[in-house]
């Protein structure tokens, strides 16, 4: 039986960056993956494959919309949706490629098929023939990651009621796509289809988009999602059913009102959020609690109630996000080397790749209200900035939180051009602890998006915006 220091469950961003931290200290290291590529659901399934069709329907949505403003005349563009997904599987296979080549380059034995527990150090590996294999680990990596969740009573068939996995291999365009659920997934492949043409409704339970964000946030993009994209919410409408009749699908919600609504599409997306995968994983056998939700419980060091077994990423609490995973994965690879890493999960940003683009980190508006803490706020729109109107992307605006007596920036939301790139600055700057006057006070190269985030923070610091 094969012997490793560390092994990793998992080949998501948590789970490979995490193995590569621990083969750069030093570690003899082994990752399983039961699927035959690497990269877990961002990569096959999730981040990458989405960001691919966005960034294609938004080309042709441009080309439609807005090239003739530009001066560039285009005889009528047309969509080829199978080239489109063609491209977009081109593009898993070269990160695919990528992520095996980095686990060859640090020497990292690639497990192929089903992980599961014999006990705290012994695990079986059942690939898909039904063959297996054991090899032992003095410590373990549980990165397995998280499926789709549904609602109760309601089928997904993977044809006509679908999850964003069947939504990233349609194999044509929906005539009306039915979303239920206002989040990130939902409104992101929403995006992608109403720019090629598909009629999207939006169901939502609550009364906002993005809930877990700033509620200006989910204010502006519905409002601007409905206008570019011709997008109809039902906001505040509680699913009752979703039924199926050959190529038509049903979907029935009730208002907070009492009132009904029946919505008739060809296909409904289910995307009312993801619960973590632990199938098969046997965690009793090696002593690994899960939490009442069924995640797996975790202490300050990401350890398991086993010893010697640590858990990162969507299985375990907190934001599902491929980023938050990496740096854990880090986290627990140098901390089992014995030196003293940190997360900061209060600046963990969050993004929402629709556009225009959301992007926001540290506290909002309605958690510092909560909280008791005394802030003070300053925005600026888009529509003031020359780079914006130079490209024509107007909508939006950024806003900076800053402690009423300190001028700490307590939390950063935006919605517009390219945010999910502006919020980095956000990002440092919170981790250094800056004032809103730091940022208002360092030159920002003109004419950039960039410079809306300068003048947010100005006009915290006391209404000292200079173009607006």
């Known amino acids: 039986m094969e012997k490793f ?9 948590g789970g490979y960056i995490a193995a590569i931290r621990c083969a750069q200290l030093g570690m003899k290291t082994a990752i399983i993956e039961k699927y035959p590529v690497l990269g877990g659901t961002c990569l096959n399934v999730g981040c990458i494959p989405s960001k691919a069709l966005l960034d294609s329907s938004e080309h042709f949505h441009n080309a439609v919309h807005n090239f003739e403003q530009h001066g560039i005349d ?26 095996a080549f980095l686990m060859k380059k640090n020497k990292i034995t690639v497990f192929t098929g089903v992980g599961s527990f014999e006990s705290n150090t ?4 059942t690939n898909a023939e039904g063959k297996k294999e054991q090899i032992e680990s003095v410590k373990t990596i ?7 969740s549904s609602l109760p009573g309601i089928e997904i068939d993977k044809k006509r009621v679908i999850t964003s996995t069947e939504a990233l291999e349609l194999t044509e365009i929906p005539k009306h796509l039915i979303i239920i659920g ?37 204010k502006e993009l519905q409002r601007v999602l409905k206008k570019n994209l011709s997008i109809d919410f039902y906001m505040k409408h509680k699913v009752a059913s979703v039924t199926v009749k050959e190529k038509e699908a049903t979907v029935t919600a009730d208002n907070d009102k009492g009132e009904k609504v029946e919505l008739k599409g060809d296909y409904v997306l289910m995307s009312v959020g993801r619960k973590p995968y632990t199938e ?40 599902m996000l491929a980023h938050k995973a990496e740096e854990e994965g880090v986290f ?17 940003p969050g993004v929402v790749y629709t556009w225009p683009e959301v992007a926001a980190v540290g506290l909002t ?12 706020s300053g925005s600026f729109p888009f529509k003031a900035s020359g780079r914006a109107q130079a490209s024509m992307d107007t909508d939006g605006f950024i806003k900076v939180l800053s402690d009423e007596t300190t001028d700490e920036v307590l939390g950063v939301h935006m919605i517009g051009p390219r945010v999910a790139d502006v919020i980095g600055e956000a990002v440092v700057a919170m981790e250094y602890r800056a004032s809103a006057e730091d940022i208002g006070r360092i030159s920002h190269a003109h004419p950039t998006f960039t410079e809306a985030l300068k003048e947010a923070a100005l006009n915290a610091t006391g209404n000292r915006a200079l173009n607006i």
């Open 182 to 218: 206002g989040g990130v997934i939902g409104l992101e492949l929403g995006s992608v289809y109403a720019r090629l043409g598909a009629k999207v409704s939006v169901v939502e339970f609550m009364d906002r988009l993005i809930y877990s964000m700033d509620a200006g946030l989910g």
């Open 365 to 376: 508006e309605e958690q510092l209200k909560e909280k008791g803490i005394k802030y003070k």
């Open 280 to 319: 098969g994983l046997n965690a009793e056998k090696a002593g690994v609690k899960l939490d009442e939700r069924g995640r797996i419980a975790v202490d300050a060091h990401l350890k398991t109630s086993a010893d010697n077994i640590y858990a990162i990423g969507d299985v375990i609490v907190g934001a």
């Open 122 to 125: 012994v695990i079986n590996i």
């Open 74 to 99: 285009v005889k009528s563009p047309k969509v080829n949706f199978k080239q489109m997904i063609e491209r977009k599987r081109g593009v898993i296979k070269t990160n695919n490629a990528g992520v």
């Open 142 to 148: 549980i990165a397995t990651g998280s499926k789709p």
């Open 5 to 13: 220091d560390v092994t990793v469950i998992g080949s998501g961003p």
């Open 332 to 348: 627990v690879a140098e901390s089992i080397a014995g030196q003293k890493p940190h997360v900061n999960y209060n600046l963990i």
